[in-house]
């Protein structure tokens, strides 16, 4: 069994920052896997917004490019999303996520929300 915990959501006032954490747990070593965050704001559909391979490389949605900041630790199985400048268009549950096409899985956690208010 497989687990993604997600961490660090609030509320945040615009040109603020938050860091979101995401710990897996069980039968999941993640330096295999390509992690990454997806968001989704009410009535919209999901979206990716970050994303990191096995080998680090990173891929950001354009709207988040220069603000946003995905790494992992293989060691400790958690992937961290640095969000700086938040914007109120940024407030969204925001998902973690760990893809391996090789071993056809796909996990999602249940999400943590962020909003982004003054």
């Known amino acids: 069994q497989v687990q993604l915990v997600e961490s660090g959501g609030g509320l945040v006032q615009p040109g603020g920052s938050l860091r979101l954490s995401c710990a897996a747990s069980?039968?999941?070593?993640?330096?295999?896997?390509?992690m990454g965050w997806y968001r989704q704001a009410p009535g919209e559909q999901r979206e990716l917004v970050a994303t990191?391979?096995?080998?680090?490389?990173?891929n950001y949605a354009d709207s988040v490019k220069g603000r946003f900041t995905i790494s992992r630790d293989n060691a400790k199985n958690t992937v961290v999303l640095q969000m700086d400048s938040l914007k109120p268009e940024d407030t969204a549950v925001y998902f973690c996520?760990?893809?391996?096409?090789?071993?056809?899985?796909?996990?999602w956690g249940q999400g943590t929300q962020v909003t982004v208010s003054s």
């Open positions: 996520n760990a893809r391996s096409s090789v071993r056809r899985e796909n996990y």
């Open positions: 069980g039968s999941i070593i993640i330096s295999i896997y390509t």
């Open positions: 990191i391979t096995s080998g680090k490389s990173t």
